[in-house]
């Protein structure tokens, strides 16, 4: 029994003291692929570092995170587009709009983003979405730029049952971690009502630790106890949680889209 955690920031300073052991902890549980959002250009090469260490897990996306597009935010672009001329990448991300921070950056957080989708289709690639007290400008960009080329994992997926498909109408996957097991997460309570193929677990590690770690630091050994989360909420074995939102992973990373 493997599990894919389709959202980790293995290569934050919060896993510096151990990250090998911390990796080492993951495999030993079954999860035994990681897809690496980026944040901004300062982390570049501990990625790519992370990468060179552990080739055999450790799957690349690159993006600009929303919280850090600022005043530079062209720089950036600049730079995700150099590294995409260079290598691959398995997606485009971490990218979108976070409005709970910063509302005055909204008119490039909504160019960057719309950039950065055009990239992706560029490139085939996914894309994947972080949305915080932004659904409807992240909805809107997502309608001006629906399509068959347009598709991937809307991460943390934290909204209501209406949102989710609406997430969903538009190729998307639901990113569900370390929420779904909140008392207060709210998903649980019509997570069961979305079809499992339109679920992939991620931990967000080290952010959004599930119960009974919530508050502390995450990591991605702790991505079961979402999958067993899941198990209770769909009335499924664990192996068949891991099995099913495994292959969705796949078919958003490595399968051939428009």
Known sequence: ?????????????????????????????????????????????????????????????????????????????????????????????????????????????????????????????????????????VFEILESEKGDDLFGIFHCFTGTKEQAGKAISYNMKLGIGGVATFKNGKIDQFLAEIPLEHIVLETDAPYLSPVPYRGKRNESSYLVLVAEKLATIYQKPLDEIAAITSKNADNIFFTKHA
């Open 1 to 137: 029994m493997t599990f894919t955690d389709t959202h980790t920031h293995l290569y934050s300073e919060s896993f510096d003291e151990d990250q090998a052991e911390m990796i080492q902890r993951a495999i030993d549980a079954g999860v035994t692929r990681f897809f690496i959002p980026a944040i901004d250009s300062a982390y570049t090469e501990r990625m790519y570092a992370l990468e060179k260490a552990h080739p055999d897990t450790v799957y690349l996306m690159m993006g600009l995170h929303p919280t850090h597009v600022k005043e530079n935010y062209e720089e950036e672009l600049a730079h995700i587009e150099a590294q995409f001329a260079t290598r691959d990448f398995y997606a485009v991300g971490e990218i979108g709009i976070d409005l709970y921070w910063d509302k005055s950056t909204l008119v490039i957080q909504q160019d960057a983003f719309t950039r950065q989708i055009q990239l992706a289709k560029k490139y085939k690639k996914p894309i994947v979405i972080h949305c915080r007290e932004a659904f409807d400008e």
